[in-house]
C-alpha cells in the first residue's frame, strides 16, 4: 500500500507534458501542445496538452485527464501501477512491504504476467553475465556477432541455459505460478503436465512496450547449434499483455531518437536494429519477422508520418514488400524505401561499413514508392506490353491507398511521367480503384484483420432513418438547381469537416464548429433548407460523419462513396469548388479557421440573396394582381419592404450592391 504523503507527493512532481510525451510526439500550439491521439485512429492531430492544467484531452473520441488517469487508459494498469510508473519517472521512493502468498493471488492475471517477464528478464541477464556458461557462450555469441557490450545491454538481451527446466525451477522456488510460466509462454507443459523451458540454450531478446515494460521474449538459437533445428527464432505466444501485431522491437530504445528525427527506419530483425544503433543510427524498429501490420504503423505514427522501409535483396522480400508499402500509405505516412547493395540486410550490411558510410548510405538512397516500384517492375516487364499494363496498374493501386487528395495528385503525375503514360488514364484508373476499394469494404465491414489491408476510404456513418438517402440510385443535381445552392454543396464536399469556429454546447462549454455544422445551424435558424435532394444527402451524411468518424474527411467520404451517382456528384462538386488560397491569397494549400469562416458566410449570404430576390419577384406578381384587397396589398407591401431590407443586409456580406 502506497501511503498518502507519497501519493502527493508524485502527483505533485508528475508533468502531464512528460508523461504523454513518451508516448506521443508533441508539437507546440498555442500556450499548450498537440499530437495524434493515442486513443483510436487519429489520422490529424486532436490530442491537446494543457501543461496549464496539467491535463490532456481528446477532441475527438474524448479520452484523456490528468497523469495519472492518462497512464491507466494508455498502459491498460492499475491506479497503484500507474503511481509506481510516476515514482520512477520523478525519482520518488516508494517503500513496500513484501507480499504475502495471499496478496500475491490476489492480484490481476496482468500484473502477474508482467511481474514475472520482469523477473525473468533479470534472470536470463544474470544468466550471461554470472555465469560461466553464459559468458563463454551467451555473451561470446553477441560478441562474436560484432556487437559492442553497450549496446548489448541497452537492448538487455539475455541468456537461457540448456538444461530443459532451470528457468521453470527457479520461477517456482521464486514463487511464480505454473498457470502464468504457461501463459507468458517462458515454460511449456506436456500432456503429462510436466514443464520445460521455451528459451532453453538461446540467447533472448527482449520485447518491451513503448512504455517499458517486457511484454515478451524471442530466443535464437546460437550458431553453433542451428543444424537440425526447425526453429532459429522461437517467440512468445499470444498473451494477455503480448500482442505480436501491436508490438515493434525497438521502439521503446528509439521513440525519443525517432520524434528528434522526424523519421523511422523499419528493419525486419532484432539484430538489425541493434546494428543500426551501433552504426548511430537509433530510430529505428523491426516487426519482427511478422508482416506488418495497421496497429504497428499507428504505434510508430505517434512519433512520425515519415518511414524509410529498409529491404536486402532478396527477391522474395521484396515482393512481400508491395503489402506494406500499401498499408503504409493508406495510414498516410510518407514512405520513403531503401535497398541495401548485393542483397545484404541491415546487420550484414554494417559490418562493411565504418559509421560515416552506413549513416551516408541511408540519407542518399533513399526512393520513393513509384520510384521504387517502377524502377524494380520494368525490369521484369522489359518492353512488354501487357506486363507494363500491369506495372501501371500496381502502382495505381498503390497511389488509391493515399487518403491525401494533394499527395495523390502530385503521385499521379510522377506515375504518368514515370511510365510515360497521359496523366488522365492514371488519375481514372486511381478514381476507378478507390471506388473498387470502398465497394470491398462495404462488402465486408467488420471482417478485415491485420493480413487484410484496410481500404483507404473511410466507412460510412450511420444515417439516422430520416435522413437516409433514398433508394439507389441516388438523385444527382437537377439541372435547374440554384448556383448558389450548388456552392454550398461544394463548400460542404470540399470544407465540410474542417473547423471554422467555434460553438456553444447546451452546458455552456465550448467546442469547435465544423463548415458543415455552421452551414446547418446558420440554414435552420432562418428555417431554409437544400432543395437539391442530393445536396441535402450531402449535407445529412456530412453531419452524421462529424459526429461518428473522428477527423472526418467529406472530400474523400463523398468522392469514395458507394453510391455512384453521389461519388460522381462529389467530384463534380469538388473539383469545381474555387481553392479558398485564390480568393484569400492564402499561401499554404490548407485554408485557415478565419478564411473558412468568411468564404462559408459569404456563400450562405448569397444563397439567402438568391433565395429572397425570387421571393421579392414573385411578391411584385401578386402585387400587381387587381383582385386584392387594400389590406392584403398593405401586407404584401409589408413583406415586401421587410424582404429588400433583408436583401440590403445579404448584399453588404456578399459585397454587392443592390439599388432600391
Given at each position: 500500500?502506497?501511503?498518502?504523503a507519497?501519493?502527493?507527493?508524485i502527483?505533485?512532481a508528475?508533468q502531464?507534458y512528460?508523461?504523454?510525451?513518451?508516448?506521443?510526439?508533441?508539437k507546440?500550439s498555442?500556450?499548450?501542445w498537440?499530437?495524434?491521439?493515442?486513443?483510436h485512429?487519429?489520422?490529424?492531430?486532436s490530442?491537446?496538452?494543457?501543461?496549464?492544467?496539467?491535463?490532456?484531452r481528446?477532441?475527438?473520441?474524448g479520452e484523456?485527464g490528468?497523469?495519472?488517469?492518462f497512464?491507466?487508459k494508455?498502459?491498460?494498469?492499475s491506479?497503484?501501477?500507474?503511481?509506481?510508473?510516476l515514482?520512477?519517472?520523478?525519482g520518488?521512493?516508494?517503500v513496500?512491504?513484501?507480499?504475502?502468498?495471499?496478496e500475491?493471488a490476489?492480484?490481476t492475471e496482468?500484473?502477474?504476467?508482467?511481474a514475472l517477464?520482469?523477473?525473468?528478464?533479470d534472470?536470463f541477464e544474470?544468466?550471461m553475465y554470472?555465469t560461466?556458461?553464459?559468458?563463454a557462450v551467451g555473451?561470446?555469441?553477441?560478441?562474436?556477432r560484432?556487437?559492442?557490450?553497450?549496446?548489448?545491454?541497452?537492448?538487455?538481451a539475455?541468456?537461457?541455459?540448456?538444461e530443459?527446466?532451470?528457468l521453470?525451477?527457479?520461477?517456482?522456488?521464486a514463487?511464480?505460478q505454473?498457470?502464468?510460466?504457461?501463459k507468458?509462454?517462458?515454460?511449456?507443459r506436456?500432456?503429462?503436465?510436466?514443464?520445460?523451458d521455451r528459451?532453453?540454450?538461446?540467447v533472448?531478446f527482449?520485447?518491451?512496450?513503448?512504455s517499458?515494460k517486457?511484454?515478451?521474449?524471442?530466443?535464437?538459437?546460437?550458431?553453433a547449434a542451428?543444424?537440425?533445428?526447425?526453429?532459429?527464432?522461437v517467440?512468445?505466444p499470444?498473451?494477455?499483455?503480448?500482442s505480436?501485431?501491436k508490438?515493434?522491437?525497438?521502439l521503446f530504445?528509439?521513440k525519443?531518437?525517432?520524434s528528434?528525427?522526424?523519421l523511422?527506419?523499419m528493419v525486419?530483425?532484432?539484430?538489425?536494429?541493434?546494428?543500426m544503433?551501433?552504426m548511430g543510427?537509433e530510430?529505428?524498429v523491426?516487426?519482427?519477422?511478422?508482416?506488418?501490420t495497421?496497429?504497428?504503423?499507428?504505434?510508430v505514427?505517434?512519433?512520425?508520418?515519415?518511414i524509410a522501409v529498409l529491404?536486402?535483396g532478396?527477391?522474395?522480400g521484396?515482393?512481400?514488400s508491395q503489402?506494406?508499402?500499401d498499408?503504409?500509405?493508406?495510414?498516410?505516412?510518407?514512405?520513403r524505401?531503401?535497398?541495401?547493395?548485393?542483397?545484404?540486410?541491415?546487420?550484414?550490411f554494417a559490418?562493411?561499413c565504418?559509421q560515416?558510410?552506413?549513416?551516408?548510405?541511408l540519407a542518399t538512397?533513399?526512393?520513393?514508392f513509384?520510384?521504387?516500384k517502377?524502377?524494380?517492375?520494368?525490369?521484369?516487364?522489359?518492353?512488354?506490353?501487357i506486363?507494363?499494363?500491369?506495372?501501371?496498374?500496381?502502382?495505381?493501386?498503390?497511389i488509391a491507398?493515399v487518403?491525401?487528395?494533394i499527395t495523390?495528385?502530385?503521385?499521379?503525375?510522377?506515375?504518368?511521367?514515370?511510365?510515360?503514360?497521359?496523366?488522365?488514364?492514371i488519375?481514372?484508373?486511381?478514381v476507378r480503384?478507390i471506388?473498387?476499394?470502398q465497394?470491398?469494404?462495404?462488402?465486408?465491414?467488420g471482417?478485415?484483420?491485420a493480413s487484410?489491408?484496410?481500404?483507404?476510404p473511410q466507412?460510412?456513418?450511420?444515417?439516422a432513418?430520416?435522413?437516409?438517402?433514398?433508394?439507389?440510385?441516388?438523385?444527382?443535381?437537377p439541372?435547374?438547381?440554384?448556383?448558389?445552392e450548388?456552392?454550398v454543396?461544394a463548400?460542404?464536399?470540399k470544407?465540410?469537416?474542417?473547423?471554422?469556429?467555434?460553438?456553444?454546447?447546451?452546458d455552456?462549454s465550448?467546442?469547435d464548429?465544423t463548415?458543415?455544422?455552421?452551414?446547418?445551424?446558420n440554414?435552420?435558424a432562418?428555417?431554409?433548407?437544400?432543395k437539391?435532394?442530393?445536396y441535402?444527402?450531402i449535407l445529412?451524411e456530412?453531419l452524421?460523419?462529424?459526429?461518428?468518424?473522428p477527423?472526418?474527411?467529406?472530400?474523400?467520404?463523398?468522392?469514395n462513396h458507394?453510391?455512384p451517382?453521389?461519388?460522381?456528384?462529389?467530384f463534380?462538386?469538388s473539383?469545381?469548388?474555387?481553392p479558398?488560397s485564390?480568393?484569400?491569397?492564402?499561401?499554404?494549400?490548407e485554408?485557415t479557421?478565419?478564411a473558412?469562416c468568411?468564404?462559408?458566410t459569404?456563400?450562405l449570404?448569397?444563397?439567402?440573396?438568391?433565395?429572397?430576390t425570387g421571393?421579392?419577384t414573385?411578391l411584385t406578381?401578386q402585387?400587381?394582381?387587381n383582385r386584392?384587397?387594400?389590406?392584403?396589398?398593405r401586407q404584401?407591401?409589408?413583406?415586401?419592404?421587410q424582404?429588400?431590407?433583408?436583401?440590403?443586409?445579404l448584399?453588404?456580406i456578399?459585397?454587392?450592391?443592390?439599388?432600391?
Amino acid at each position: 500500500m502506497i501511503d498518502r504523503a507519497t501519493i502527493a507527493k508524485i502527483n505533485e512532481a508528475a508533468q502531464i507534458y512528460d508523461v504523454v510525451s513518451e508516448f506521443v510526439n508533441l508539437k507546440k500550439s498555442g500556450s499548450g501542445w498537440k499530437g495524434l491521439c493515442p486513443f483510436h485512429d487519429d489520422r490529424s492531430p486532436s490530442f491537446t496538452v494543457s501543461p496549464a492544467r496539467n491535463t490532456c484531452r481528446c477532441w475527438a473520441c474524448g479520452e484523456g485527464g490528468g497523469p495519472v488517469s492518462f497512464l491507466m487508459k494508455h498502459e491498460q494498469i492499475s491506479y497503484p501501477e500507474a503511481l509506481r510508473w510516476l515514482a520512477k519517472r520523478y525519482g520518488i521512493p516508494i517503500v513496500e512491504k513484501e507480499l504475502t502468498p495471499e496478496e500475491r493471488a490476489q492480484e490481476t492475471e496482468r500484473d502477474s504476467l508482467f511481474a514475472l517477464n520482469e523477473w525473468a528478464l533479470d534472470w536470463f541477464e544474470h544468466q550471461m553475465y554470472d555465469t560461466p556458461d553464459g559468458r563463454a557462450v551467451g555473451l561470446s555469441y553477441f560478441r562474436g556477432r560484432g556487437f559492442r557490450d553497450d549496446v548489448v545491454k541497452t537492448f538487455r538481451a539475455g541468456f537461457a541455459p540448456k538444461e530443459r527446466s532451470a528457468l521453470t525451477k527457479a520461477a517456482l522456488k521464486a514463487g511464480y505460478q505454473e498457470d502464468f510460466l504457461v501463459k507468458t509462454g517462458l515454460s511449456v507443459r506436456r500432456d503429462d503436465g510436466t514443464m520445460y523451458d521455451r528459451y532453453a540454450g538461446r540467447v533472448i531478446f527482449p520485447i518491451r512496450s513503448v512504455s517499458g515494460k517486457v511484454v515478451g521474449f524471442g530466443g535464437r538459437v546460437l550458431d553453433a547449434a542451428t543444424k537440425g533445428v526447425s526453429q532459429k527464432y522461437v517467440n512468445s505466444p499470444e498473451s494477455s499483455v503480448y500482442s505480436k501485431k501491436k508490438e515493434l522491437y525497438g521502439l521503446f530504445e528509439a521513440k525519443k531518437a525517432i520524434s528528434k528525427a522526424d523519421l523511422v527506419y523499419m528493419v525486419e530483425g532484432y539484430t538489425d536494429v541493434m546494428s543500426m544503433h551501433q552504426m548511430g543510427v537509433e530510430n529505428v524498429v523491426a516487426s519482427s519477422g511478422t508482416a506488418l501490420t495497421h496497429e504497428q504503423i499507428r504505434l510508430v505514427k505517434r512519433f512520425t508520418t515519415n518511414i524509410a522501409v529498409l529491404f536486402d535483396g532478396d527477391a522474395a522480400g521484396i515482393k512481400a514488400s508491395q503489402r506494406g508499402i500499401d498499408m503504409l500509405l493508406a495510414d498516410g505516412m510518407n514512405v520513403r524505401l531503401l535497398m541495401l547493395p548485393d542483397g545484404q540486410d541491415p546487420d550484414e550490411f554494417a559490418k562493411k561499413c565504418t559509421q560515416e558510410q552506413y549513416q551516408d548510405y541511408l540519407a542518399t538512397h533513399q526512393v520513393d514508392f513509384i520510384e521504387y516500384k517502377t524502377k524494380l517492375l520494368l525490369e521484369e516487364a522489359q518492353g512488354d506490353p501487357i506486363k507494363l499494363s500491369q506495372l501501371a496498374g500496381n502502382i495505381i493501386q498503390s497511389i488509391a491507398a493515399v487518403p491525401n487528395d494533394i499527395t495523390r495528385s502530385l503521385y499521379v503525375r510522377q506515375a504518368a511521367q514515370k511510365l510515360g503514360i497521359q496523366e488522365k488514364l492514371i488519375s481514372d484508373g486511381v478514381v476507378r480503384q478507390i471506388r473498387r476499394n470502398q465497394e470491398t469494404a462495404h462488402r465486408s465491414p467488420g471482417l478485415q484483420d491485420a493480413s487484410t489491408p484496410e481500404a483507404a476510404p473511410q466507412t460510412a456513418p450511420t444515417v439516422a432513418p430520416e435522413t437516409q438517402a433514398p433508394p439507389k440510385p441516388a438523385p444527382s443535381a437537377p439541372t435547374k438547381a440554384l448556383p448558389q445552392e450548388t456552392a454550398v454543396a461544394a463548400l460542404i464536399v470540399k470544407y465540410g469537416g474542417r473547423v471554422c469556429g467555434q460553438m456553444e454546447n447546451p452546458d455552456g462549454s465550448v467546442r469547435d464548429m465544423t463548415v458543415a455544422e455552421f452551414i446547418d445551424e446558420n440554414l435552420r435558424a432562418d428555417d431554409i433548407s437544400l432543395k437539391t435532394p442530393a445536396y441535402n444527402i450531402i449535407l445529412q451524411e456530412t453531419l452524421n460523419g462529424i459526429r461518428e468518424i473522428p477527423n472526418f474527411n467529406a472530400e474523400q467520404y463523398f468522392i469514395n462513396h458507394a453510391d455512384p451517382a453521389i461519388a460522381d456528384l462529389a467530384f463534380r462538386l469538388s473539383q469545381d469548388a474555387e481553392p479558398l488560397s485564390k480568393l484569400y491569397g492564402e499561401q499554404s494549400a490548407e485554408p485557415t479557421e478565419q478564411a473558412l469562416c468568411e468564404r462559408t458566410t459569404q456563400v450562405l449570404a448569397t444563397l439567402k440573396m438568391a433565395i429572397v430576390t425570387g421571393e421579392l419577384t414573385a411578391l411584385t406578381r401578386q402585387m400587381g394582381n387587381n383582385r386584392l384587397s387594400p389590406e392584403e396589398n398593405r401586407q404584401l407591401l409589408m413583406q415586401f419592404k421587410q424582404l429588400q431590407e433583408i436583401k440590403k443586409q445579404l448584399s453588404q456580406i456578399c459585397g454587392v450592391r443592390v439599388i432600391g
